[in-house]
């Protein structure tokens, strides 16, 4: 199975930050990469998928990045209602396309 | 675009099964993938399995092989995951999740989520 390990594991902001996030497959996944929020008690959201395609309705504050094993989600300028947890999850192939452990960005 | 209704909470047993629906309300699951994400209370995200209706194909993560039946029913408006042989660790809050098939072209993402089913396992 594909490992995927997402740095930090938490973060704390201010509003107008640039927020990077990472994510690192056990191997290379070309862009299989899609990325979600999820906010407390709330269903995931897709706002990134193929690796850097927007969902529509996502704001362009987020952005997507990488190949092969290294993955980025940037929030340009931090907004209040972008706490939450945001999760990476690889599509590559076969099951089971797991999903990181997490990134749970606080609002300072 | 289709929205998602999952039924309602359930306790259950150890060593008992659980029914899990989810009803697309404004469409059909024709020309979508269905699949199915679990969380246990303050932990990250866990993928089970999927089914397309429209090849007739599903798919599972090993770990849940032999456990989980995953089906799509009723001209396709529901879908449904079984899982079996309950354990307190499969406690979790249950997701089914769709992608549209031509919209995701070779890729594989979920866009429109339910909002969970909460299955309590306990004695």
């Known amino acids: 199975d594909i490992q995927m390990t997402q740095s930090p594991s938490s973060l704390s902001a201010s509003v107008g930050d640039r927020v990077t996030i990472t994510c690192r497959a056990s191997?290379?996944?070309?862009?299989?990469l899609n990325w979600y929020q999820q906010r407390p008690g709330k269903a995931p959201k897709l706002l990134i998928y193929?690796?850097?395609s927007l969902q529509s309705g996502v704001p362009s504050r987020f952005s997507g990045s990488g190949s092969g094993t290294d993955f980025t989600l940037t929030i340009s300028s931090l907004q209040p209602e972008d706490f939450g947890t945001y999760f990476c999850?690889?599509?590559?192939?076969?099951?089971?396309?797991?999903f990181g452990q997490g990134t749970k960005l606080e609002i300072k | 675009q289709v929205q998602l209704v999952q039924s309602g909470a359930e306790v259950k047993k150890p060593g008992s099964s659980v029914n899990v629906s989810c009803k697309a309300s404004?469409?059909?699951?024709?020309?979508?993938?269905v699949t199915w994400v679990r969380q246990a209370p303050g932990q990250g995200l866990e993928w089970m399995g999927r089914?397309?209706?429209?090849?007739?194909?599903?798919d599972f993560a090993q770990k849940f092989q032999g456990r989980v039946t995953i089906t799509a029913g009723e001209s396709t408006r529901i879908a449904y995951m079984e899982l079996s042989s309950l354990r307190s660790d499969d406690t979790a809050v249950y997701y089914c999740?769709?992608?549209?098939?031509?919209?995701?072209?070779?890729?594989?993402?979920?866009?429109?989520w339910g909002k969970g089913t909460m299955v309590t396992v306990s004695s």
């Open positions: 999740a769709t992608g549209d098939i031509a919209a995701a072209g070779h890729y594989y993402y979920m866009d429109v």
């Open positions: 404004g469409g059909t699951f024709n020309s979508y993938t």
């Open positions: 089914i397309t209706p429209l090849f007739g194909t599903a």
């Open positions: 191997q290379s996944i070309s862009r299989y």
């Open positions: 193929a690796a850097s």
């Open positions: 999850q690889e599509t590559y192939d076969t099951p089971p396309y797991s």
